[in-house]
């Protein structure tokens, strides 16, 4: 039987036609709530609007927005206001990163990635965040990575986004601690989803063994619901054991550590 316990509530995902934003936007329908699904491919989101609500009885709005375009945020947040929809949680998921050394990447590519990991993120959450202090009842998750946690040469842009992505989150919680609305920071691991691929990752070690996106996904969601500040969510043993020493180990150290792993195999 589906567990309604999250009927009534509306959720807005970004990246939501593939990987964890996917599950996410399954899980919740599951959970008996209702979507706006948001990435640039609408073929992909209207397949997905299709399938949950013939499966969960449950409404989904579709929006094909590049989130890189400098006015999609507004633009977004106005047809969800035109549309009479008050946003329960939000989450921010879509982001994609590059592998490569950063003198030799196209800047276009490397741009495109701050507007949409930082940029459009910080935006989204710019707009819906009076929204939710208005009723003083909402969540937000942004889906940040274990890359947060240090540099990382070869993916130079791609790992200072997401600490960036993590400190934003980390202070608005704290900003935030006085109201009942919570704000997640979701960092996965290497995770089985399209990310690999387009960034070229899947030719490294640290995508030899991947999480399924959708544990990662549940990982997330349940922690949001918690109003859980971090969530660390599919390392390996392996992976867990180098975080537990992070700490003493020498930056340079590190780095050279990071930039082995990241190179080709």
């Given at each position: 039987?589906?567990n309604?316990t999250?009927?009534n509530?509306?959720?807005l995902?970004?990246?939501a036609?593939?990987?964890i934003?996917?599950e996410?936007?399954r899980?919740?329908?599951?959970?008996?709530g209702d979507?706006?699904?948001?990435?640039?491919?609408?073929?992909?989101?209207d397949?997905l609007?299709?399938?949950?609500?013939?499966?969960y009885s449950?409404?989904v709005?579709?929006?094909a927005?590049d989130?890189?375009?400098?006015?999609?945020?507004?633009?977004?947040?106005?047809e969800?206001k035109?549309?009479?929809?008050?946003?329960?949680?939000?989450?921010?998921?879509?982001?994609?990163?590059?592998r490569g050394?950063?003198?030799e990447?196209d800047?276009?590519?490397?741009l495109?990635?701050i507007k949409?990991?930082?940029?459009?993120?910080?935006?989204?959450?710019?707009?819906?965040?009076?929204?939710?202090?208005?009723?003083?009842s909402?969540?937000?998750?942004?889906v940040?990575?274990?890359?947060?946690?240090?540099p990382g040469p070869l993916?130079?842009v791609?790992?200072?986004t997401?600490?960036?992505?993590?400190s934003?989150?980390n202070?608005?919680s704290?900003?935030l601690?006085?109201?009942?609305?919570?704000?997640?920071?979701?960092?996965?691991?290497?995770?089985?989803t399209e990310?690999a691929?387009?960034s070229g990752?899947?030719?490294?070690?640290?995508f030899?063994k991947t999480?399924?996106a959708r544990n990662?996904?549940?990982?997330g969601?349940?922690?949001?619901?918690?109003?859980?500040?971090?969530?660390?969510?599919g390392?390996?043993f392996g992976?867990k054991?180098?975080f537990?020493i992070?700490?003493?180990?020498?930056?340079?150290?590190?780095?050279?550590?990071?930039?082995?792993?990241?190179?080709?195999?």
């Amino acid at each position: 039987m589906t567990n309604k316990t999250e009927k009534n509530k509306i959720a807005l995902i970004t990246g939501a036609s593939s990987g964890i934003g996917k599950e996410m936007a399954r899980i919740h329908a599951e959970r008996g709530g209702d979507l706006v699904i948001i990435a640039t491919r609408k073929n992909r989101l209207d397949e997905l609007k299709l399938e949950l609500e013939k499966n969960y009885s449950v409404k989904v709005m579709v929006i094909a927005k590049d989130l890189t375009q400098p006015d999609a945020p507004k633009e977004i947040y106005e047809e969800v206001k035109t549309a009479e929809i008050k946003i329960d949680y939000l989450i921010n998921n879509a982001g994609f990163g590059g592998r490569g050394q950063f003198i030799e990447r196209d800047w276009n590519i490397d741009l495109d990635m701050i507007k949409l990991n930082v940029i459009a993120l910080t935006a989204l959450t710019k707009l819906f965040l009076p929204d939710l202090l208005s009723k003083n009842s909402g969540k937000i998750l942004n889906v940040s990575s274990t890359a947060a946690f240090m540099p990382g040469p070869l993916q130079a842009v791609y790992y200072a986004t997401k600490a960036f992505v993590t400190s934003f989150s980390n202070a608005l919680s704290e900003e935030l601690s006085e109201t009942s609305i919570t704000v997640t920071t979701l960092m996965p691991g290497a995770t089985e989803t399209e990310f690999a691929k387009v960034s070229g990752m899947d030719k490294t070690s640290l995508f030899n063994k991947t999480a399924s996106a959708r544990n990662v996904a549940k990982e997330g969601y349940n922690g949001m619901l918690s109003g859980k500040l971090d969530v660390i969510a599919g390392l390996t043993f392996g992976q867990k054991l180098m975080f537990a020493i992070l700490p003493f180990m020498s930056k340079k150290t590190l780095l050279k550590q990071i930039h082995q792993m990241q190179k080709a195999v």
